[in-house]
């Protein structure tokens, strides 16, 4: 990457004097490329507001190779640390947050206790080609989307996640709250 990311949060967001961080976590059916590169985005962006974690439904068991060379040389973000995992490691788990970053929507997804918010943020699957050049190139190209989207989410009011977080909490029978552009758990 030829730019230096911005890190860090806008001050005037009502982000200060959170006593408990947001859990969120990252899905994608491998774990080893998209929802990778959104964990460790946003441990890097907002460390002390979110408590960060990823996992998929058929891990792969390794974390793509340009996906750390990607968050090392182009983010200036250690990464050493991540691995695919399952998300049955979290079943049991409660999340504030729960977004997929799978290109298809329709894919199963688990119902998470405690009403978490869940959004889908579609990107196309880097590993749906062979060829390594290409690869490359998308994965970089994610890694701008997904960026980009945590830095939007990341600039919303405090209030306003508060806010959202409380609503799903309390609706009970309703379901899960769902935002994006589609319901993942059917």
Request: glycine share 8%.
């Amino acid at each position: 990457m030829d730019w230096e990311p911005p890190f860090g949060l806008p001050s005037a967001n009502g982000w200060r004097g959170r006593t408990r961080k947001f859990r969120i976590l990252f899905l994608c059916p491998g774990n080893s490329t998209r929802s990778i590169l959104a964990e460790y985005f946003l441990k890097r962006m907002a460390p002390t507001h979110f408590e960060v974690y990823s996992a998929g439904a058929n891990p792969k068991g390794t974390v793509h190779p340009y996906v750390l060379e990607l968050l090392r040389d182009g983010y200036h973000i250690d990464a050493s640390g991540a691995r695919s995992k399952s998300w049955d490691e979290f079943r049991h788990e409660r999340f504030d947050f729960v977004i997929t970053v799978r290109d298809k929507v329709r894919e199963p997804c688990p119902n998470w206790p405690g009403q978490p918010i869940i959004a889908h943020w579609g990107s196309v699957d880097p590993e749906s080609v062979t060829e390594a050049d290409l690869q490359r190139r998308l994965i970089k190209r994610v890694g701008v989307e997904i960026f980009r989207r945590l830095g939007l989410f990341t600039s919303l009011p405090m209030e306003s996640l508060d806010r959202m977080c409380t609503d799903s909490a309390t609706a009970g029978a309703r379901g899960p709250s769902i935002i994006g552009n589609s319901r993942l758990d059917a």
